[in-house]
T-cell receptor, first 110, second 112 residues
Framework: KQEVTQIPAALSVPEGENLVLNCSFT??????LQWFRQDPGKGLTSLLL?????REQTSGRLNASLDKSSGRSTLYIAASQPGDSATYLC?????????FGKGNQVVVIP | DTEVTQTPKHLVMGMTNKKSLKCEQH?????MYWYKQKAKKPPELMFV???????INESVPSRFSPECPNSSLLNLHLHALQPEDSALYLC???????????FGSGTRLTVV
């Protein structure tokens, strides 16, 4: 069974600092990895999808990398803003389902 | 239209009530999903529909009954729920099982 771990569980950073969120997984037989953002009490917003054959994806200030051999993905958010405060979830597709990590809860302090 | 629409946004129901949650998408996605999310926890898969057929049931109690009337619509029928079923219920869709998921904003369910 795929196990997904996100570290740190929670972090606070001052505005303008870069954010680095880590996701590790136990089974490298994945098809793709997707990063989501969730605001309190809301649904999930897709940020980036990385196919298993890709090493990274970029969108604006966001960059996500995937290293299947080491079972790791990193989400990098440049120049953080208070609006980036949210929970970030990593999810891996395999065995006909998405396996989610517990999330990184981020607070960006103005 | 690039959204998954869920209604209602909030629902309070008694343990003897029957209610339904609705999920709609017009993106032509052929895979649709129901997830349950408790506070401070990740979403948990409940059901998967592929091409309007139920393909995965994650051993969900029978008081939850999914239905996929057509390729755009997914329902979750609720009956005789327990207070511990209170949660955020999320619907998602994808073009295919290996594609990017799109989630709805969820229905906040409270069972009293």
């Amino acid at each position: 069974k795929q196990e997904v771990t996100q570290i740190p569980a929670a972090l606070s950073v001052p505005e303008g600092e870069n954010l680095v969120l880590n996701c590790s997984f136990t089974d490298s037989a994945i098809y793709n990895l997707q990063w989501f953002r969730q605001d309190p009490g809301k649904g999930l917003t897709s940020l980036l999808l990385i196919q298993s054959s890709q090493r990274e994806q970029t969108s604006g200030r966001l960059n996500a990398s995937l290293d299947k051999s080491s079972g790791r993905s990193t989400l990098y958010i440049a120049a953080s803003q208070p609006g980036d405060s949210a929970t970030y979830l990593c999810a891996l597709y395999g065995n006909n389902r998405l396996a989610f990590g517990k999330g990184n809860q981020v607070v960006v302090i103005p | 239209d690039t959204e998954v629409t869920q209604t209602p946004k909030h629902l309070v129901m008694g343990m003897t009530n029957k209610k339904s949650l609705k999920c709609e998408q017009h993106m032509g996605h052929r895979a649709m999903y129901w997830y349950k999310q408790k506070a401070k926890k990740p979403p948990e898969l409940m059901f998967v529909y592929s091409y309007e057929k139920l393909s995965i049931n994650e051993s969900v109690p029978s008081r939850f009954s999914p239905e996929c009337p057509n390729s755009s619509l997914l329902n979750l029928h609720l009956h005789a729920l327990q207070p511990e079923d209170s949660a955020l219920y999320l619907c998602a869709s994808a073009p295919g099982v290996l594609s990017s998921y799109t989630f709805g904003s969820g229905t906040r369910l409270t069972v009293v």
